[in-house]
Nanobody, 122 residues
C-alpha cells in the first residue's frame, strides 16, 4: 500500500482557515478510499471526509461538514482538507488514511500517516 505524509497543521484562532495536505508516495493500482480522520485527546479517531485515489471529479467526495472541503491533485498524489470557520472543537491530530470498503469506517483503513496537529484557540 502507500506511505502517507500529512502537513499543514498549526495553532490558529477560532474563525480562521487551514489547508492540510496529505502526500501519498505510492499506492497500488485501483480505487481506494483516501480519507481524513481527526483524533482529539482521549477520543476515538473520527471520520472527517474522504475522496478516492485517482478520482478526477468532486462527485464522490464526502465531508463531515460544509466547513470541510476535500480536494486532490492526482499528478502530485496529494489530498487536501480545507477547513473554514475553525472552531475550538476542531482541535486534534488530523490523519490521512488509505483503505477499502466503507470509507466512513475507521476499520476500513489500513495505511496511515503520522498526522498533523491542529489547535484552535477561542
Amino acid at each position: 500500500q502507500g506511505q502517507l505524509v500529512e502537513s499543514g497543521g498549526e495553532s490558529v484562532q477560532a474563525g480562521g482557515s487551514l489547508r492540510l495536505s496529505c502526500v501519498a508516495s505510492l499506492y497500488s493500482p485501483g480505487t481506494y478510499c483516501w480519507g481524513w480522520f481527526r483524533q482529539a485527546p482521549g477520543k476515538e479517531r473520527e471520520w472527517v471526509g474522504n475522496s478516492f485515489t485517482g478520482q478526477s471529479s468532486a462527485d464522490r467526495v464526502n465531508a463531515k461538514s460544509d466547513r470541510f472541503t476535500i480536494s486532490q491533485d492526482n499528478s502530485k498524489r496529494t489530498l487536501y482538507l480545507q477547513i473554514n470557520e475553525l472552531k475550538p472543537e476542531d482541535s486534534g491530530r488530523y490523519y490521512c488514511g488509505l483503505g477499502g470498503g466503507n470509507c466512513f469506517r475507521l476499520s476500513s483503513y489500513k495505511d496511515w500517516g503520522q498526522g498533523t496537529q491542529v489547535t484552535v484557540s477561542s
